[in-house]
C-alpha cells in the first residue's frame, strides 16, 4: 500500500470515528475526504479493503474500547456506535466475536486483572 493510499485510509477511519451515530454513506466520506468517491474506492481497493469493511471495523474497535475501558451501559454503547437497539447490537457483535457484549466486558475485566506471571 502507498503512502497516499495509507494516509487516506487512516483519514477515513478517523472520519468514520467521528460519525459513529450517523448513516455514513462512502460518498459522505469522499465529500470529507475531498476527493471523488472513485478515487476513494480505489485506494480501499489498493489497501484490500472496502468502505463497509472499514466502517465495520471501526464500529467495533470503539465498542470493545468502551466495553473494556468503561462502565457505560451496553444500552449507550450501542446507540454511541450507531444501533438502534441493543439487542441488534449485541447480535452484530457476537457476530463478529463469538461473544455477548457483557461477556466480554467481563472477560476484558478479569484479563485486566490477571497477574503477570514473571520469569524466575
Known amino acids: 500500500m502507498n503512502t497516499s493510499a495509507t494516509l487516506i485510509l487512516l483519514t477515513l477511519r478517523t472520519w468514520l470515528e467521528s460519525r459513529l451515530g450517523a448513516d455514513a454513506s462512502i460518498e ?16 480501499l481497493r489498493a489497501a484490500g479493503t472496502t468502505f463497509r469493511t472499514e466502517r465495520t471495523s471501526v464500529r467495533l474497535a470503539v465498542a470493545s474500547r468502551r466495553l473494556s475501558e468503561t462502565d457505560t451501559k451496553i444500552d449507550a454503547i450501542a446507540c454511541e456506535v450507531g444501533f438502534a437497539t441493543s439487542q441488534y447490537f449485541s447480535v452484530w457483535f457476537r457476530s463478529l466475536t463469538q461473544k455477548t457484549p457483557s461477556g466480554f466486558r467481563a472477560e476484558a475485566r478479569r484479563a485486566a486483572v490477571q497477574p503477570v506471571a514473571t520469569a524466575a
Not at 28 to 43: C, E, M, Y
Open 28 to 43: 459522505d466520506a469522499a465529500l470529507a475526504l475531498q476527493i471523488p468517491a472513485r478515487t476513494l474506492q480505489h485506494h
